[in-house]
């Protein structure tokens, strides 16, 4: 049986009242398996940080339910529990208002069982972090590296980074993306960071879920969606019109093509049966997943309204 | 006594106001040298301190400290900026009971009235005259507490996010910083009245030098139908008044008050900072809001403490202008008042997060 680092169910968040309410997350059901690399993908205002500050319990569901590690996180003294073995990095990286050197005296404090200050100084090297420069000087890339390397060496069993990616150059970006999968899965430690960088997150994690308008369109290990999505471009006289397994079909005057998420042998075997010709198949890149998902998604939404 | 112990009086309270300043300059500046000589010397390394197992000097401390664990102890120690603050407070609250006994204060009532009489009526009125300066710093203190609490500041945030319960990180950041200003207000105090003694010694034994009324004259008086007795002290040219106003005052009270009234504000202050606003804009009106109306309440305490409504003043135990106490039963009223809104601070502070 699968255990879970963060796990939602029917996840609501509301800002507001009356006509200006807004549904930040809207019935959110959320899988996160420990040990695993989860990148929560979304276009802005998707509703990532508002579920990542209710993981963290600075935010506390309008409804449903949010455990971390089997913990209510937004009531003490279990949310006491949860922070003990949760690494964060904020979304604005503003921690604390400290030089690099002081942020990491300051958390290694609070973490003294599990912090690692070989692991700090690594990660001070290899993101090249200065660390005696006063904060209101560091730029947002080294803000963004002091509170990564606070979080990383902090050793803690779910590292929950809100866009980590921000203000990096492609150097740091790459080492980054090294240290957490060399340094921090190799414990067996389950990170959880939301991005729109869909390139980097590609390269690191094993489960993704993607978020828009508040809800999860696909959650699961990013092979298995990698293997379930195909989009094929065919001809034919009797071409399926619909089907759970199609996710969009757009016809122009020579072909049909069709966006599958699920079962793309079984669908080209279908395809062959009933005498259709495919022209190309070919399997779908990740951006190319979440862009598709994300229109189909806002054209229903708009056919619905 | 007179001339060289006022020469004495200057020398001392001009040292004590302007020595500690200096002495803390020069400190700061041997110290931030010390730390960029020691960090242009060594390579990325953090400080050699096992936080891990804190060492305590007393047994006291090792106790105080086992009733929490890590985390809590690091949010602890943290609170010894607090107490860095506390010194400068309670050096600044000293320069403030202290300035009653400079000579030009002194000399400024009734000349024709002995020393000690007028070195004591000074040093009383300059206290209980403080209600503005004490407020103000109050105020500061209040606002020192309530950076780390809220969400809006990048420290709060990041408080709030380390395995701390809300009700600790309230109670400990309001605590810590209310008795040091209480701890501040006592030991100024006491720096001062032994100041006071070191320059005039006990001034208020010698207040009567027979061409006095007595205590018990002036006591007679007030319970007689006629004219206000504190009115015909208050118009002697003679500064019968300021002898009434001095053999009346009762110091402790005086301190009590003062630090009762600062606890009953700064708690005021902690309360509307912790009201559950959550919009940006509505925010910012809020805090113009809040301060606008701690500073109108200030200013009603000292109306209502200057006289205005004696009964009032001596219900919620003001107490600023010398003259006669209120009973010491009053003094619960402010701390029960403050205990109340500090409880509703804390229930807001809970439930703070969004």
Same mark, same amino acid.
Request: hydrophobic share 45%.
């Given at each position: 049986?699968?255990?879970?680092?963060?796990?939602?169910?029917?996840?609501?968040?509301?800002?507001?009242?009356?006509?200006?309410?807004?549904?930040?997350?809207?019935?959110?059901?959320?899988?996160?398996?420990?040990?695993?690399?989860?990148?929560?993908?979304?276009?802005?205002?998707?509703?990532?940080?508002?579920?990542?500050?209710?993981?963290?319990?600075?935010?506390?569901?309008?409804?449903?339910?949010?455990?971390?590690?089997?913990?209510?996180?937004?009531?003490?003294?279990?949310? #006491?529990?949860?922070?003990?073995? #949760?690494?964060?990095?904020? @979304?604005?990286?503003?921690?604390?208002?400290?030089?690099?050197?002081?942020?990491?005296?300051?958390?290694?404090?609070?973490?003294?069982?599990?912090?690692?200050?070989?692991?700090?100084?690594?990660?001070?090297?290899?993101?090249?972090?200065?660390?005696?420069?006063?904060?209101?000087?560091?730029?947002?890339?080294?803000?963004?590296?002091?509170?990564?390397?606070?979080?990383?060496?902090?050793?803690?069993?779910?590292?929950?980074?809100?866009?980590?990616?921000?203000?990096?150059?492609?150097?740091?970006?790459? @080492?980054?993306?090294?240290?957490?999968?060399?340094?921090?899965?190799?414990?067996?430690?389950?990170?959880?960071?939301?991005?729109?960088?869909?390139?980097?997150?590609?390269?690191?994690?094993?489960?993704?879920?993607?978020?828009?308008?508040?809800?999860?369109?696909?959650?699961?290990?990013?092979?298995?969606?990698?293997?379930?999505?195909?989009?094929?471009?065919?001809?034919?006289?009797?071409?399926?019109?619909?089907?759970?397994?199609?996710?969009?079909?757009?016809?122009?005057?020579?072909?049909?093509?069709?966006?599958?998420?699920?079962?793309?042998?079984?669908?080209?075997? @279908?395809?062959?049966?009933?005498?259709?010709?495919?022209?190309?198949?070919?399997?779908?890149?990740?951006?190319?997943?979440?862009?598709?998902?994300?229109?189909?998604?806002?054209?229903?939404?708009?056919?619905?309204? | 006594?007179?001339?060289?112990?006022?020469?004495?009086?200057?020398?001392?309270?001009?040292?004590?106001?302007?020595?500690?300043?200096?002495?803390?300059?020069?400190?700061?500046?041997?110290?931030?040298?010390?730390?960029?000589?020691?960090?242009?010397?060594?390579? =990325?390394?953090?400080?050699?301190?096992?936080?891990?197992?804190?060492?305590?000097?007393?047994?006291?401390?090792?106790?105080?400290?086992?009733?929490?664990?890590?985390?809590?102890?690091?949010?602890?120690?943290?609170?010894?900026?607090?107490?860095?603050?506390?010194?400068?407070?309670?050096?600044?609250?000293?320069?403030?009971?202290?300035?009653?006994?400079?000579?030009?204060?002194?000399?400024?009532?009734?000349?024709?009235?002995?020393?000690?009489?007028?070195?004591?009526?000074?040093?009383?009125?300059?206290?209980? *005259?403080?209600?503005?300066?004490?407020?103000?710093?109050?105020?500061?203190?209040?606002?020192?507490?309530?950076?780390?609490?809220?969400?809006?500041?990048?420290?709060?945030?990041?408080?709030?996010?380390?395995?701390?319960?809300?009700?600790?990180?309230?109670?400990?950041?309001?605590?810590?910083?209310?008795?040091?200003?209480?701890?501040?207000?006592?030991?100024?105090?006491?720096?001062?009245?032994?100041?006071?003694?070191?320059?005039?010694?006990?001034?208020?034994?010698?207040? *009567? *030098?027979?061409?006095?009324?007595?205590?018990?004259?002036?006591?007679?008086?007030?319970?007689?139908?006629? =004219?206000?007795?504190?009115?015909?002290?208050?118009?002697?040219?003679?500064?019968?008044?300021?002898?009434?106003?001095?053999?009346?005052?009762?110091?402790?009270?005086?301190?009590?008050?003062?630090?009762?009234?600062?606890?009953?504000?700064?708690?005021?202050?902690?309360?509307?900072?912790?009201?559950?606003?959550?919009?940006?804009?509505?925010?910012?009106?809020? %805090?113009?809001?809040?301060?606008?109306?701690?500073?109108?309440?200030?200013?009603?305490?000292?109306?209502?403490?200057?006289?205005?409504?004696?009964?009032?003043?001596?219900?919620?135990?003001?107490?600023?202008?010398?003259?006669? =106490?209120?009973?010491?039963?009053?003094?619960? %009223? =402010?701390?029960?008042?403050?205990?109340?809104?500090?409880?509703?601070?804390?229930?807001?502070? *809970?439930?703070?997060?969004?």
């Amino acid at each position: 049986m699968t255990a879970f680092a963060i796990q939602t169910r029917t996840l609501v968040k509301t800002f507001g009242l009356g006509r200006k309410q807004i549904r930040a997350v809207d019935g959110l059901s959320l899988n996160v398996p420990e040990g695993s690399i989860y990148g929560l993908l979304g276009r802005n205002s998707a509703g990532k940080t508002t579920t990542i500050r209710m993981a963290m319990g600075l935010a506390r569901p309008t409804s449903g339910t949010i455990d971390v590690f089997g913990l209510n996180p937004t009531r003490d003294p279990e949310r #006491v529990s949860v922070l003990r073995q #949760v690494g964060y990095v904020p @979304e604005d990286k503003m921690l604390a208002s400290l030089s690099p050197r002081k942020l990491l005296e300051l958390n290694r404090s609070f973490y003294p069982g599990t912090w690692s200050d070989d692991l700090a100084r690594k990660v001070v090297k290899r993101l090249e972090l200065p660390l005696d420069t006063s904060y209101m000087k560091l730029s947002l890339g080294d803000k963004t590296k002091s509170a990564l390397a606070a979080a990383i060496a902090q050793r803690s069993k779910l590292l929950i980074l809100d866009e980590p990616t921000t203000g990096l150059d492609p150097i740091a970006l790459d @080492e980054l993306l090294r240290l957490l999968v060399e340094d921090c899965t190799a414990e067996g430690r389950t990170i959880f960071l939301s991005s729109h960088q869909l390139a980097e997150i590609e390269q690191i994690a094993d489960h993704i879920g993607i978020m828009d308008r508040g809800r999860i369109l696909l959650e699961g290990p990013l092979d298995d969606i990698r293997a379930n999505f195909h989009r094929f471009t065919v001809t034919g006289a009797s071409l399926p019109a619909g089907g759970t397994a199609i996710l969009s079909t757009t016809r122009d005057a020579h072909a049909t093509q069709y966006i599958i998420q699920r079962d793309p042998e079984l669908f080209s075997h @279908e395809l062959t049966r009933n005498g259709a010709t495919i022209l190309d198949s070919t399997p779908m890149s990740l951006n190319e997943i979440f862009l598709e998902l994300c229109r189909t998604a806002e054209s229903r939404e708009e056919v619905s309204a | 006594m007179n001339r060289s112990a006022s020469l004495h009086a200057i020398l001392i309270v001009s040292a004590l106001t302007i020595l500690p300043p200096i002495l803390f300059g020069i400190w700061f500046v041997i110290r931030e040298k010390r730390k960029a000589a020691a960090l242009e010397a060594s390579a =990325p390394s953090f400080s050699a301190q096992d936080t891990a197992a804190p060492s305590f000097r007393s047994k006291a401390g090792a106790f105080f400290f086992r009733c929490f664990d890590v985390s809590q102890r690091a949010y602890l120690r943290r609170q010894h900026f607090v107490l860095a603050g506390g010194l400068l407070l309670t050096w600044i609250f000293f320069v403030y009971f202290s300035s009653g006994l400079m000579s030009q204060y002194v000399s400024a009532y009734a000349a024709q009235q002995p020393l000690p009489l007028r070195v004591w009526y000074s040093y009383l009125f300059h206290i209980s *005259n403080g209600a503005a300066t004490y407020g103000i710093f109050t105020f500061g203190a209040a606002g020192l507490a309530v950076g780390e609490l809220g969400p809006a500041s990048a420290i709060g945030r990041f408080l709030r996010t380390r395995p701390l319960s809300r009700s600790f990180l309230f109670w400990i950041r309001v605590g810590s910083v209310l008795s040091t200003v209480i701890f501040s207000l006592v030991l100024a105090a006491g720096a001062s009245f032994i100041l006071l003694l070191m320059l005039y010694g006990p001034v208020w034994k010698h207040l *009567n *030098n027979g061409t006095q009324p007595t205590a018990a004259f002036i006591a007679n008086a007030r319970s007689q139908p006629g =004219p206000s007795v504190d009115d015909i002290l208050e118009s002697s040219r003679f500064g019968a008044g300021h002898f009434a106003w001095a053999l009346q005052t009762s110091i402790p009270r005086l301190f009590l008050s003062i630090i009762t009234t600062q606890s009953f504000f700064f708690s005021l202050v902690i309360l509307l900072a912790m009201l559950p606003i959550r919009s940006g804009r509505k925010k910012v009106t809020f %805090v113009a809001v809040s301060v606008y109306v701690f500073f109108m309440l200030y200013i009603i305490y000292i109306v209502v403490g200057s006289g205005v409504s004696p009964d009032l003043a001596r219900i919620c135990f003001f107490y600023v202008r010398p003259g006669p =106490p209120p009973p010491y039963i009053f003094a619960l %009223v =402010p701390i029960v008042g403050s205990a109340a809104l500090l409880g509703l601070a804390s229930n807001f502070s *809970n439930r703070n997060d969004g």
